[in-house]
Nanobody, 125 residues
Framework: QVQLVESGGGLVQTGDSLRLSCAAS????????MAWFRQAPGKEREFVAS????????LYAESVKDRFTISRDNAKYTVYLQMNSLKPEDAAVYYC??????????????????WGQGTQVTVSS
C-alpha cells in the first residue's frame, strides 16, 4: 500500500498562488492514477483534480479549471497541485489520493486506494 504525505499548505491572500506536494512511497505509485480532493468544514470531501499513471492526461473540477494544475514526477514519487488565483472558497483541507485506476476521472472517495493525512489551505479575503 502506498504511503502519501502532503505538504505546502498555508495561509495566503485572495489572488495568491500556492503549490502543494504529495510525496509517495511504495512500488505501486507509478501504476495508478493520482488525485487531489478537498474538504471544507461542514462539507463533504470533493474531487479537485486527477492525473493518469504517466502524467499524460489530467481532469479538473469545474470550480478549479484554468486556475489549478496537477502534475506528477514518477522519478521523484511526487504529485503536485499548483493553485493560482486562489479564492476564499478554495479554503479547505487538501488530500492527496491514489485511485483504483491508471486513468483519469472525476473520482469519488470510494475510488481511492490510499489517502494522505491532508494539508490545510486558508485563503483570506
Amino acid at each position: 500500500q502506498v504511503q502519501l504525505v502532503e505538504s505546502g499548505g498555508g495561509l495566503v491572500q485572495t489572488g495568491d498562488s500556492l503549490r502543494l506536494s504529495c510525496a509517495a512511497s511504495g512500488r505501486t505509485f507509478r501504476t495508478y492514477g493520482m488525485a487531489w480532493f478537498r474538504q471544507a468544514p461542514g462539507k463533504e470531501r470533493e474531487f479537485v483534480a486527477s492525473i493518469n499513471w504517466n502524467g499524460g492526461s489530467t481532469l479538473y473540477a469545474e470550480s478549479v479549471k484554468d486556475r489549478f494544475t496537477i502534475s506528477r514526477d514518477n522519478a521523484k514519487y511526487t504529485v503536485y497541485l499548483q493553485m493560482n488565483s486562489l479564492k476564499p472558497e478554495d479554503a479547505a483541507v487538501y488530500y492527496c489520493a491514489q485511485v483504483s485506476s491508471a486513468g483519469i476521472g472525476s473520482w469519488r472517495p470510494g475510488d481511492v486506494r490510499s489517502w494522505g493525512q491532508g494539508t490545510q489551505v486558508t485563503v483570506s479575503s
